[in-house]
């Protein structure tokens, strides 16, 4: 009797393990493919990733004292995978609102035979178009050069 009990506790645990982990698969299939996609990813929230993350860790944690395999196996999955959502969200997040800095900086309308601003400032062209890196000093560098001329004009 005392076998059976083991064997559906164990079962039991490792299916409860196999949901911990596919529970957080379709969130993180979608955040992979729209990461480059702000507006897909606006409604990730960041506070509930982290609360996750910190359930998971604290499950890890109790499962370690206790000496629970089951317990904590979907932590050391999960962990990553929050960890992963939630700089790929932050980084939409920020190349957003980089984006939207220098969308303002075109004009909608030109007077006839003017030149968009961005004809002369290459990577602010390429940061209009392209996965933006608010790190990357070149992009701080045009950004900065933008908004002088912006001022100056």
Do not use: C
């Amino acid at each position: 009797m005392e076998y059976v009990v083991q064997l559906i506790t164990e079962a039991s645990g490792f299916l409860a393990s196999i949901t911990g982990f596919l529970v957080w698969l379709p969130q993180a299939k979608r955040v992979w493919q729209d990461r480059k996609d702000p507006a897909r990813l606006a409604g990730v929230s960041i506070p509930t990733q982290v609360l996750s993350l910190a359930g998971n860790v604290l499950w890890l944690v109790h499962a370690i004292g206790i000496g629970s395999f089951w317990l904590g196996a979907p932590s050391v999955i999960n962990v990553p995978v929050i960890l992963l959502t939630v700089y790929l969200v932050r980084r939409s997040q920020t190349a957003a609102i980089v984006n939207e800095g220098l969308q303002a900086l075109v004009p909608e309308e030109l007077p006839d035979g003017e030149e968009p601003v961005l004809a002369d400032m290459p990577v602010l062209e390429a940061a209009l178009t392209a996965d933006v890196d608010p790190a990357d000093p070149e992009v701080a560098s045009a950004v900065q050069h933008a908004e002088d001329f912006a001022r100056a004009v």
